[in-house]
């Protein structure tokens, strides 16, 4: 499985951003594909997925209602538009997958498979 992503950057609190990761090589229908974070001196934080065979979505608390995932089924691209950020939210972003588990337990921090990550920064 291949996970590209892309559309990081620098932007003041109250910006946004949408990053975006192009998947490829699947050998299953059934996975869960998505986002975590990883900020300097921090453990892996999940912080949204959604799930290849129903679209279900879960978000970290600290994201809901800011962020949103989403994704192009025919282009096999997943998005992740990120609204109202705060400094709290710089982070490296990496996307991933899991068809362990179809994404299931997001929050657990274990993932099948990730891309190189992309640098959000939010910072006045």
């Known amino acids: 499985v291949q996970l590209q992503a892309s559309g990081g950057g620098s932007v003041q609190p109250g910006g946004s951003l949408k990053l975006s990761c192009v998947a490829s090589?699947?050998?299953?229908?059934?996975?869960?594909i998505g986002w975590y974070r990883q900020a300097p001196g921090k453990g892996r934080e999940g912080v949204a997925c959604?799930?290849?065979?129903?679209?279900?979505?879960w978000y970290a608390d600290a994201v809901k209602g800011r962020f949103t995932i989403s994704r192009d089924i025919a282009k096999n691209i997943v998005y992740l538009q990120m609204n109202s950020l705060k400094p709290d939210d710089t982070a490296v972003y990496y996307c991933a997958a899991d068809w362990t588990y179809g994404g299931k337990n997001w929050s657990g921090g274990v993932y099948d498979g990730w891309g190189q990550g992309t640098q959000v920064t939010v910072s006045s």
């Open positions: 090589g699947f050998t299953s229908d059934y996975y869960g």
């Open positions: 959604i799930n290849s065979l129903d679209s279900s979505t």
